[in-house]
């Protein structure tokens, strides 16, 4: 069965703190990983797709990362404004629901100044 | 350039009523999608349009719940004879369409829907 498991629930970090967040992963066959940022009262903001092993991508102090069996979420010197819940989601290549996103619990991140 | 939005962004309403909640995609995408999320928990898959019809309503709870696309843009979700337990915040996205990639979502702001 696909599924989805983060850590930390939650993350609290001191402003300039660099630390990871976990998304570890079963699927069947995966079509793509997905990280996005959610803010309270707001829809999820997409934020990186990652598609094979050894994959990595960059936007400002984020850096996603992923393994044949979890993706890492690398946040380097975070600011107050980077504190929010951080979303993992997978698709996998079952035919009847390759379209699917099956998602974590998410990781609460709090930045204090 | 603008993204999916949703209407109303709130909705108040009263057990047994009849709710309808809509969704407007990014232009060109031809995939749409329902969610329903509860409070700390991620997404909870819905149904899913490609062009106007239904692909899969495999995530509506039971028949209260509907949801239509008539013309493969705007998108409506009606639940009728609404209960307490449908209080959540729906949200919808949209993406261009399934590939042999993994297809990226992007989501609307969500309509939260309380039942009294």
């Known amino acids: 069965e696909d599924q989805v498991t983060q850590s930390p629930e939650a993350l609290r970090l001191q402003e300039g703190e660099s630390s990871s967040l976990n998304c570890s992963y079963t699927v069947s066959g995966l079509r793509g990983l997905f990280w996005y940022r959610q803010d309270p009262g707001k829809g999820p903001e997409f934020l990186f797709t990652l598609y094979s092993a050894g994959e990595e991508k960059e936007k400002e102090r984020l850096k996603a990362t992923l393994t044949k069996k979890e993706s890492f979420l690398h946040i380097t010197a975070p600011k107050p404004e980077d504190s929010a819940t951080y979303l993992c989601?997978?698709?996998?290549?079952?035919?009847?629901?390759?379209?699917?996103?099956?998602w974590g619990a998410g990781t609460k991140l709090i930045i204090k100044p | 350039g603008a993204g999916v939005s949703q209407t109303p962004s709130n909705k108040v309403t009263e057990k047994g009523k009849y709710v309808e909640l809509r969704c407007d995609p990014i232009s060109g995408h031809t995939a749409l999608y329902w969610y329903r999320q509860s409070l700390g928990q991620g997404p909870e898959f819905l149904i899913y349009?490609?062009?106007?019809?239904?692909?899969?309503d495999s995530g509506l709870p039971n028949d209260r719940f509907f949801a239509v696309r008539p013309e493969g843009s705007v998108s409506t979700l009606k639940i009728q004879r609404t209960e307490r337990g449908d209080s959540a915040v729906y949200l919808c996205?949209?993406?261009?369409?399934?590939?042999?990639?993994?297809?990226?979502?992007?989501f609307g702001p969500g309509t939260r829907l309380t039942v009294l």
């Open positions: 989601a997978v698709q996998g290549k079952a035919m009847d629901s390759n379209y699917q996103l099956i």
């Open positions: 349009f490609q062009g106007t019809g239904a692909a899969d």
């Open positions: 996205a949209s993406s261009p369409g399934t590939g042999v990639r993994g297809d990226t979502q992007y």
